[in-house]
């Protein structure tokens, strides 16, 4: 699937793409001593399990779309990022949530 495409599924794309490129750029004009916090937010309510007209879930482009914003965020220890889980079926705590370090 090409994320730049003009279907309808791709606009949801395209918004998360622009919000981690600003996400990324604020990462990157962080000073050596000053700490950025970036809360992610993915939402995980049974409407994200709708298709999308290439046939992929939303939820699948959405986990797509952070695992790039993920990846191409600076190796940096004065960037924290977090991430939430909106309308997420498993609790803290169960088998197969995340669990803090």
Do not use: C, W
């Not at 090409?2 to 990157?28: E, I, Y």
């Amino acid at each position: 699937m090409n994320p730049f495409s003009h279907s309808p599924g791709s606009a949801l794309v395209r918004r998360l793409l622009a919000v981690g490129t600003v996400l990324a750029l604020a990462a990157g004009a962080a000073t050596a001593s000053a700490q950025t916090h970036v809360q992610l937010i993915l939402d995980a309510s049974g409407s994200m399990f709708a298709k999308l007209p290439d046939g992929r879930s939303r939820i699948a482009a959405a986990k797509d779309v952070l695992a790039t914003l993920v990846g191409s965020l600076p190796e940096d220890p004065a960037i924290n990022v977090g991430l939430r889980l909106y309308g997420a079926a498993i609790a803290a705590g169960e088998p197969g949530a995340i669990a803090a370090p």
